[in-house]
């Protein structure tokens, strides 16, 4: 899922509407997925959750709900945090060889007693629409275009692309080395055709503010509210948040506010683009799901038994 | 393989002694195969060669000496270059069915009418002693322990290491993107325990002096004859250099002479520590390639039929 057949955006007030784009992209996939309906195949992802951890259930039921909204088949499959490991690895056993099931996720954290590598090792990779087994992890660092990227970076590039931020040898600097985000993130960045210059830095990084300073493009998967300030940024540089941490704010009836690991105001006046909290990165990573269960979809063959 | 068992070794005139460090790799395993011999287990390496490149012919013979002289069994299969896909693959799926077989390296380039990508999926994860599968790329990149990294960039680490050289917090940049070199080193200089804040350049980076000049560590592998010089690098900075190339050199016998990518000379003024070309890093690929046949050997469970 690329932005090439839109138009660039232009951001209004220095903002990347994330909402605007994801809007876009589950806009796309429906149009998929009316085709793929014709040809007799419903995408269909089935998400495990464990456990009743409520931002979990929040999630899942999120996805679940675009799923349907698209056209899709989208089911949740709960089970108690007493489920043993045989048990869980039995569930994506099943979704493994159900056809009518293209993409699986197994929803994280998982209790401790459950060894979250494994289950994720064991989903099918062409059915591993979150992108987190380590042949789709290693398929995405060599330049491989058949597995799939984790959703969350994937919707980062696809936020500069669409907003026409130029990214061949752009000084990219990624604060954050998570399986989840920086480590891909710095895998998409610097494939040839993307070709930016990147860098690495996370919590043993001297310095921090020497390597932020340079950045033409800085990415923010930190985990830590407001940590990155205006005087961290280069004038003119785009700004991608991807941190959601709630802090306390007296002045909100739930005693709380979501922000990112930017602190926006100060950041927006130096920046020449940046990305919201809520509204930004947060709004792409379902959609880029979506996008990939299609892709899933059309792409999966015979199930091997 | 680390070089915790033995003390730090301290650089004479500067110079990152790869003889000396894969002289004691070597003896290491060694040391392995003589305990797996206790367990009847004799480590097994098969290379196959593909065509008659006279480069890739000196390469296979080496590693197959190696492995002999290590007490290991090492064999190459030897091929036409008109063999089809179908035939190649074939002989993967024998030596990965074969188990006196517990690495096995397909020799690079192939063919052009063979697709290189198909033959390194088709090698079994656990006896790709040469990392390159994608599922021991993932492993790599996710810090997960159980997969093989690829030699080369494992060997550079095991330089560091050996010489004490202080990786946490330090600046690495890394000048090349490749798949056998650049995108491994970077993710293994990224995990925790090494620490490293990592910059991976390549031939669209701009200005690239300006990431050189602030490198704690700089690991060229870009394959360009001393493009690297003095004047770029950070006074007292530990220098790698990945490269080997052949220019021309009318007072030498041969008419050619071997260089990295790094000016040697003027490199050396200025850095604290730098690798020798030859005598550097391409001791040790050979080296880490013994090291991961062996560990293959060692973990090798039943052979799927």
């Known amino acids: 899922m690329t932005p090439a057949a839109h138009g660039p955006v232009v951001a209004e007030n220095k903002i990347i509407d994330g909402a605007l784009l994801a809007e876009r992209i589950k806009s796309d996939v429906a149009e998929q997925v009316r085709a793929l309906e014709e040809r007799g195949i419903t995408p269909g992802l089935s998400v495990v959750l464990v456990g009743d951890d409520p931002a979990s259930a929040v999630y899942v039921g999120s996805k679940e709900r675009t799923c349907i909204e698209l056209g899709m088949h989208g089911e949740t499959i709960r089970q108690p945090a007493t489920i043993s490991q045989a048990e869980l690895l039995a569930i994506v056993d099943r979704l493994n060889d159900d056809p009518s099931v293209h993409g699986i996720l197994v ?30 992890v290693g398929k995405l660092l060599i330049g491989e275009k058949d597995g799939f990227a984790p959703c969350t970076p994937s919707g980062v590039l696809y936020m500069l692309q669409a907003y026409g931020v ?33 860098t690495v830095c996370h919590s043993r990084t001297r310095d921090l503010a020497r390597h932020t300073r340079r950045a033409d493009i800085l990415i923010v998967a930190a985990g830590r509210a407001e940590m990155v300030t205006g005087d961290m940024i280069q004038p003119g540089a785009v700004v991608v948040d991807v941190g959601m941490n709630r802090i306390p704010d007296a002045t909100k009836r739930s005693g709380t506010r979501l922000v990112g690991d930017v602190a926006f105001a100060s950041a927006r006046e130096v920046a020449s ?3 919201p909290v809520p509204g930004g990165v947060g709004k792409m990573t379902i959609a880029m799901l979506m996008a990939n269960t299609a892709r899933a979809a059309a792409q999966l063959r015979e199930v091997r038994s």
């Open 273 to 275: 683009m940046i990305t």
């Open 107 to 136: 929803q994280m954290p998982l209790p401790k007693h459950i060894d979250s590598d494994a289950v994720v090792r064991r989903i099918r990779p062409d059915k591993d629409v979150d992108g987190f087994h380590p042949v789709n």
């Open 166 to 198: 130029q990214t061949a040898g752009a000084d990219c600097v990624i604060i954050g080395r998570s399986n989840i985000v920086g480590k891909p993130m710095a895998s998409l960045m610097v494939q040839p055709g993307v070709d930016a210059t990147v």
